[in-house]
């Protein structure tokens, strides 16, 4: 299929756009670099012995869209682009609402103008807000997000259910992901964040190569085995053929649909620092400090309606999510030196 991947040489994107390739798929990268360095595209070529086309573009600029719906023939966008760090939209919420939830809409109006009517969304596990149940199925209920990045995917959810009713032949896949982690194999694409990251892995990794002194632990007396946190990490690989299975499904199945992307593994922080641990021969220092304002004791998906549906399930587990993320990190610390 040809496919416009938006934010497509960004984290999640890129291993999607490699994965696309590798099955035979077209895809074309629409990006606008503030968060993505465009030499990813080399390295996708690298990896694939395939160069992408690519349109620099921002998804909020219609014009830009035009110029890549006009040359490309889409069948299905799957739409990447966006902000996603949660401190910062606290801090900045129209930026927030302006780039994830107008740039959807405008997005969604480029395609009806040119007919293309497949679409895979990145939702996020945040829409289930602390869950009322574990593991979480996707029609558990939805809570009120506590910041505005969560807001901004619970309302994107909302405009593409109006649109689904308004437009019944459209095909529309929501994908919660649970937490992403890992690179891929070659250690040519990853994780990238251009400040001091947010998220535990990168965290951790750069602990690990002493750009970082030591990780904090935010808090240690959950109600969970250890006391920290438990997520749900995927590797990113695995999240990537989670997209191209959902696009195949979608040929057949009109209408809107909604897939969890997890293991149904909850692992802790401190279970991390150990398999990171292992997997790099380095030892993490850290101290557990307070708990982060908005964090929940756990969270971990029910993916069995992807696994019913799609035929998908995660395949890697937590030392492969860190011995591909330690790889990356050593290749990333030389890219930026
Ligand atoms: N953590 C630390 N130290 C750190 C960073 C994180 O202890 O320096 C802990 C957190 O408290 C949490 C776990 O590691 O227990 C995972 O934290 P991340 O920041 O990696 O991930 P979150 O679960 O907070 O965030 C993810 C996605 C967001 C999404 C959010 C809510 O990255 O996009 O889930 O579902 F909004």
């Not at 869950?131 to 009120?144: G, I, K, R, S």
């Not at 992307?261 to 922080?269: F, M, Y």
């Not at 380095?282 to 400090?289: F, K, L, Q, W």
């Not at 992807?306 to 587990?317: D, I, N, S």
Request: proline share 6%.
């Amino acid at each position: 299929m040809k496919i416009l991947v938006t934010g497509g040489a960004g984290f999640i994107g890129s291993h999607t756009v490699v994965e696309l390739v590798l099955e035979g798929h077209e895809p074309t990268v629409f990006d606008s670099f503030v968060n993505a360095k465009p030499s990813v595209i080399d390295r996708v070529e690298t990896i694939t012995g395939y160069r992408v086309p690519l349109v620099r573009g921002d998804v909020r600029d219609s014009d830009a869209l035009e110029a890549a719906f006009r040359h490309g023939d889409f069948e299905g966008v799957i739409h990447f682009a966006g902000l996603k760090a949660v401190g910062e939209s606290v801090a900045h919420p129209l930026d927030y609402f302006d780039s994830n939830v107008a740039g959807s809409v405008t997005l969604l109006e480029a395609m009806g103008r040119h007919g293309v009517d497949t679409f895979v969304f990145s939702s996020s596990a945040t829409v289930y807000g602390e869950p009322t149940v574990l593991p979480t199925p996707e029609e558990a209920a939805l809570q009120p997000p506590t910041n505005p990045y969560g807001r901004s995917k619970l309302m994107v959810e909302e405009i593409l259910r109006d649109v689904s009713t308004a437009t019944p032949a459209m095909r529309i896949g929501i994908l919660r992901y649970f937490n992403p982690v890992g690179a891929h194999e070659s250690g040519l694409i990853g994780e990238d964040p251009a400040d001091v990251p947010n998220n535990l892995m990168p965290y951790i990794a750069q602990v690990a190569t002493e750009r970082l002194p030591r990780l904090a632990v935010f808090g240690g007396n959950y109600d969970t085995p250890d006391g920290s946190g438990v997520r749900d990490y995927i590797h990113v690989v695995d999240l990537a053929r989670g997209h191209i299975a959902a696009m195949r499904h979608l040929v057949d199945h009109p209408g809107l649909h909604v897939w969890n992307l997890g293991t149904g593994q909850g692992t802790s922080v401190l279970d991390m620092v150990e398999a990171f641990e292992r997997a790099s021969g380095v030892t993490i220092p850290y101290e557990v400090t307070a708990r982060r304002p908005g964090d929940v004791a756990a969270t971990y998906a029910d993916p069995s309606r992807a696994h019913r549906e799609l035929g998908w399930k995660a395949e890697f587990g937590i030392d492969r999510m860190c011995e591909d993320a330690w790889r990356w990190q050593q290749y990333a610390d030389t890219l930026e030196d």
